[in-house]
């Protein structure tokens, strides 16, 4: 059976997170309901991350196995057709190896978690940032920020429900930028990492959001990271903010793509 990897993009708001459930509507149930369109009896498709309920992706990967000898491009297309009206599209389709794998060949991931600092409330990016209605300082945010790069075990960032084997990890990026716009100042927060534990990201953003109001030292991140103790970490920021921007690979799969 032919192999094929979808790069995905998509609006969390609706769903309860990429992973298929029984009674919700997820991201995997919406592309594997358009691909049983396509073809029966495809598997189960397999993705780089899942994603939680409201978090968005801009650059989410996932493989598929398929019975037709399909042309990238006309498979995609198909796809998007019975895709609507979900928020959902295939931004990049590709043949790949029969042994590549979306989740187990990844080398890295990308995230992006969106803050905006305004009094008036967010309408077009209502269900896209965290509203946070003071203004952070930024620059201590960036310098709480820099106490978590490396190799640590990141057992205050990690939700109770995490189900990974050991909550070391390595953080290659954790950068804090801010945008200043006539609506309102935005901070971002570019994260990346091989792999992530559950909700440490939306951990990392709403510890920092602490630091940045003058609640918290930017020196009691290190106290907070070395506490390894869940009850230490700042509130978990909420999944709208959140986005899966780009899985990387040893090759890229969508090297070739002309969508």
């Known amino acids: 059976m032919p192999r094929y990897a ?3 993009e998509y609006d969390g708001t609706p769903f309860s997170g990429w992973q298929r459930q029984a009674d919700r509507p997820s991201v995997q149930a919406a592309v594997e309901a358009a691909l049983a369109k396509l073809e029966r009896d495809v598997p189960s498709i397999a ?3 899942r994603t939680d309920a409201g978090v968005h992706a801009r650059g989410q990967v996932a493989h598929a196995d398929l019975a037709r000898d399909w042309e990238p491009f006309r498979l ?4 998007n057709h019975h895709l609507k009206p979900a928020p959902v599209a295939i931004t990049a389709c590709a043949r790949v190896a029969d042994d590549w794998h979306a989740r187990f060949d990844a080398v890295s991931r990308r995230y992006l978690f969106r803050i905006v600092t305004r009094r ?5 990016d209502r269900m896209q940032a965290w509203h946070v209605k003071r203004p952070l300082d930024a620059g201590a945010m960036a310098e709480g920020a820099r106490h978590l790069l ?8 990690r939700a109770a429900l995490c189900q990974a ?3 070391v990890r390595t953080l290659d990026r954790l950068e804090v930028e ?15 990492a091989r792999s992530f534990l559950h909700s440490q990201v939306r951990s990392f953003a709403g510890t920092l959001e602490r630091v940045g109001c003058g609640a918290w030292e930017p020196s009691r991140v290190a106290e907070i990271l070395a506490a390894r103790d869940r009850a230490a ?3 978990v920021a909420p999944p709208e903010g959140l986005a899966l921007m780009a899985v990387g690979y040893a090759e890229d799969p969508f090297a070739r793509s002309t969508l």
Do not use: M, N, Q, Y
């Open 6 to 8: 979808f790069r995905i």
């Open 47 to 49: 993705a780089a991350g």
């Open 76 to 79: 995609s297309e198909a796809l």
């Open 120 to 124: 008036a409330p967010l309408v077009l």
């Open 150 to 157: 490396g190799r640590h075990d990141f057992t205050t960032f």
């Open 165 to 167: 084997k050991s909550p």
């Open 178 to 192: 801010t945008r200043r716009h006539d609506w309102g100042e935005e901070i971002r927060l570019h994260v990346e």
């Open 233 to 235: 970490c700042g509130p």
